[in-house]
């Protein structure tokens, strides 16, 4: 690997710069959720468990239908 | 980076997390950082074992899924039935569509080389090609939110569960019939030698269906990929300027709180970023880093942005991924996922296919 992170042998960015380059991903949708969510309310935090808390699961999941 | 400040790192993560969102939030970190840590660091997979079964008759990833799927189905079982009101299993309907968008997933999914947990785990240790489809696989989430009523309304089963037919008990033991049977075909398929897992596969079996139970009891809902992914698409669209309100998906009560809402406290969100960074320490804990992947050519480059939307898209419209509709929907008896299953391991066979066609090394 050279001094610029890139692969000798393929020309593209070696795996420490392209994993670095994925984290940066998500710092930057974490920027836009701060950016359009609302500040969140820790009184409104759920219990550390759901089983025996006594509410319901969120329903947000990849296999609920509106 | 030096190891010790790779704990530091993951230690930051977790009581960042914590202080932000509590600590529900903070546990799921943990559990997806495990999962990164589980998926990468003792390299189980979904999308290898598949093709690996397909072209070189080699089970043993493939028999290591069944397992831990078994394992977790174990434990879900009892408790779903035990705490109804509290715990949700990943169940769905069965339907034109989500068959045929399962098929396209799978097909995709050989062309990415890695399905929905697999492009994030991969994207976060370093694999150039997962992180070219991970744009693509958000978008296309996003995309298919938009329009899953739509699809699902071509025709569609009611939702139907193994334990709703044959009770909790006789459910899992279908489950587990199931599965065993499954087994046995990828034992008869196989090759001498790669024909049951290896040591390294049972521990990340074990592990892995440890991890999914404890997002279970502690989510509430097992464990998902794609939902999160289409939720960070929604929150790039609702800062654009994008009126989700009018949209049927977007404006039914939970997924209008989770747009809202920080994505901190949205469980699947929080186990996918763990995921990510999971599998970067690992990547960064190796002495030496893998090979990156081959250089492609451009036309070969644009096929893996592409199948990385169709990825994304597909998966809303079927319910999930691997994660979401095969491991979790088979684990905790939705009908559905085994229809996914059957359907995606008919598409990767077509992508195999189509992969040396399509995706071709530079050079």
Known sequence: MSKNGANHNTGLPARPLTGFLSLCLLALIMLVDAAQSLPIDPYLAPAPLALGSGVAPQSAHCTNLP | MQRPSLAVFALLLVAGTFAAAGPRAALLMLVGLGLGLVLEGL?????????????ERDGRGLVAQFIAIGLVALVAFPLLSAFPEELQGAHAPIGLAMIAAAFVFGTAMQLVMACGSGTLVNAGSGNLLALAALPGFILGSFLGSLHQVWWTGLGTLPVYTLQGIFGSNAGLLVTLTGLTLLILATVWRAAPGKRLPSSRLWLAAGLLAALAVLNLV???????????????????ADLAGWQLAGNVFWAAPANAERLQQSLLTDVTSVTNIGMICGAFLVMRWRRVAADQVPALTPNSWLVVILAGLVLGYSSRIAFGCNVGAFFSGVSTGSLHGWAWFLAAFAGSMLGLRLKPHMLRVAG
Do not use: C, E
Request: net charge positive; hydrophobic share 50%.
């Open chain 2, 43 to 55: 390299r189980f997979g979904f999308a290898g074992p598949w093709r690996q079964i397909i072209t």
């Open chain 2, 218 to 236: 502690i989510a509430g809902q097992s464990w998902g990929v794609v939902y999160g992914l289409g939720l960070w698409g929604a929150k790039f």
